[in-house]
């Protein structure tokens, strides 16, 4: 494998994370070339973003699950769990802040269109 070739995501970074799936820009590639790319990532974001945040929403309810049930425990499952529950908020947030900057993307190259 060349130093330019990237290797492919593995399954648990498809899962968790959309950014494996977009093309990559091409080293000198035109201004046409990038904003063709740029907009096939944005349509596709905007279309599949959905099962991303659903799947961190849930990974993030579910920690609030276990949080409230290691509640009486203390101590540091405690604490782990309320990292866990932080860490799967801003998941969850990222993942809405990715979704509405692709759907802002794909609205604003439709009116220009118009």
């Known amino acids: 494998m060349s130093p330019q070739e990237s290797r492919p995501a593995s399954v648990w970074n498809r899962f968790w994370s959309?950014?494996?799936f977009l093309a990559p820009f091409p080293p000198g590639a035109s201004d046409e070339e990038a904003e063709a790319i740029a907009q096939r990532n944005d349509l596709?974001?905007?279309t599949y973003m959905d099962l991303y945040i659903l799947r961190w929403g849930a990974l993030w309810a579910a920690s609030v699950v276990v949080a409230l049930l290691l509640l009486e425990a203390?101590?540091?499952?405690?604490?782990?769990?309320?990292?866990?529950n932080l860490a799967a908020l801003v998941g969850l947030a990222a993942m809405i802040a990715t979704y509405r900057r692709a759907a802002g993307a794909v609205l604003g190259r439709s009116?220009?269109?118009?």
Do not use: E, N
Request: glycine share 10%.
């Open 111 to 114: 009116r220009k269109l118009k």
């Open 44 to 46: 596709w974001l905007k």
């Open 18 to 20: 959309p950014k494996s």
């Open 74 to 84: 203390g101590g540091l499952l405690f604490a782990l769990a309320l990292a866990v």
